[in-house]
C-alpha cells in the first residue's frame, strides 16, 4: 500500500499536470478571443485564471508540507523542490494568457489585431498551444528528448516574435501607434510563456540529469 | 559557537542582499543608459547581469543542500522556501534591468526615449531604485510595515506606467510606431521589475505571519 507521503507527491504531480492543462486552455481561448475580438471568451479566460493561482497555492503548501514533515532526501527532495520551480513557472504562464484577454477586453469590441498579423497570432498561438502540451508532457515523463523539443519550439516562438516587429516597422503600417502597442504586448506575451516553459524544461533536465541550467 | 548549517542560512541571506545590491546597481545604470543613450553604460549592465544569474544559482543550490543535508523545520525551513522564491524574484528583477539595456543598445546611438517621455522615465527609474532600495531593507528587517509600504511605491510605478500610455496614445505624438514600441517595452520593464518586488514583500510577510498571500 501506498502511504500518506507518497500519495502526497503524487497530488504534486497531478497538480502540476491540471495546471499545464488549464493553462493550455487558458492560452488557446486567450488567442481565439484575440482573433475574434471575442469579450466572452476573453471574461472566461480572465476568470479560469483563479484557479491556477488557486492551484498553484495549493501545491505550494502541498510542497512545504512534505518538506516539513518528511524531510525528503535525494531524488525525493529534488523532485519536491523542482516542482515548486515549476508550478511558479506554469502559473506565470497562465498570467500570460490572462495579460492576452486583458488586452481583447480593452479593445473590445475592436480588433486587438490588424488583418496582416493575423496569421502570425494564429501561427503564435498554434506554438504556444504545441508549447504547453509540450510541456505537460516533458513533466509526465521527464523526457530528456522533449525537453531539448521544447528549446526547438521555443526558436520557432522568437521567429514569430521577431516576425511581428518586421511589419510593425515597416513603411507600410497604417494602423498607427495604438495597434502596435497592443501588437507589441500580446507578442510579448507569447514570448514570456515560452521562456517560461523553456525554464520547467531545464527543470526537468536538473531532476534528471542533476545538471544546473546554465542558462535561468 | 556558530555551526555550518547556521552559517549556511546567513550565507543565504547575505547573497539575497547582495542580489538585491547588484540589481539596484543594475536598474540604476540601466535607467541612466536609457536616458542618454549611453551604449556603453548599457553594455556594463547586460554583463553585470551574468553575476546576478551566478549568485541566483549558488544561493539555490545551497538552500538546495540545506534541505537535503540538515532537513529544517518550522521557521528554518519557512526561510530556506522562501528564499528559494525571492531569489528567483531577484533574478528577474535583474532581467528587467537587463532588458532595459537590451533597448539601449538595439537603439544606441539613437535614444529610445522621446523628449516628451523623459521625465516621466526619469521617475520610474527613481521609483525603481527606491523599490530595490526597500526590497533590501524588507528582506532584512522583515519589517511587515516596509513589506506594506512596497505596495504603495507600486501603486506609484502603476500610476506611472499608465502615464506612458496617456502619451503614446495622444494624437500629438509625432514619434512614430518604433518610438512607440520601445517605450511600450521599457515601460513594461519597469512595470514587472515592481511587481516582482511586490511579491518578494508578500513572501516576507508569509515568513512573518504565516498568512499565504492571496494574490501571487
Request: aromatic share 4%; glycine share 4%; with cysteine.
Amino acid at each position: 500500500v501506498r502511504d500518506a507521503y507518497h500519495d502526497d507527491l503524487d497530488a504534486i504531480s497531478t497538480a502540476l499536470i491540471e495546471m499545464a492543462h488549464l493553462v493550455g486552455s487558458a492560452i488557446s481561448r486567450a488567442t481565439t478571443a484575440l482573433l475574434d475580438a471575442d469579450l466572452a471568451l476573453a471574461e472566461s479566460v480572465i476568470t479560469a485564471d483563479e484557479t491556477v493561482d488557486l492551484l498553484y497555492r495549493d501545491t505550494e503548501e502541498r510542497a512545504f508540507t512534505i518538506l516539513a514533515t518528511q524531510a525528503p532526501v535525494a531524488d525525493e527532495l529534488r523532485v519536491v523542490v523542482t516542482s515548486l520551480r515549476m508550478v511558479a513557472e506554469l502559473e506565470r504562464m497562465g498570467d500570460n494568457a490572462l495579460n492576452i484577454a486583458k488586452i481583447v477586453r480593452r479593445r473590445a469590441p475592436a480588433s486587438a489585431i490588424p488583418p496582416e498579423l493575423r496569421a502570425t497570432f494564429v501561427e503564435m498561438g498554434n506554438e504556444a498551444e504545441e508549447i504547453i502540451a509540450r510541456t505537460a508532457s516533458v513533466i509526465m515523463t521527464r523526457s530528456l528528448q522533449e525537453a531539448a523539443d521544447l528549446e526547438k519550439e521555443d526558436d520557432v516562438m522568437d521567429a514569430l516574435h521577431r516576425r511581428l516587429f518586421t511589419v510593425l516597422l515597416d513603411d507600410r503600417w497604417t494602423h498607427g501607434v495604438e495597434a502596435a502597442i497592443d501588437v507589441t504586448l500580446a507578442g510579448r506575451c507569447y514570448e514570456r510563456f515560452a521562456d517560461h516553459a523553456i525554464s520547467v524544461g531545464r527543470r526537468v533536465v536538473y531532476l534528471v540529469t542533476g545538471e544546473r541550467p546554465t542558462k535561468v
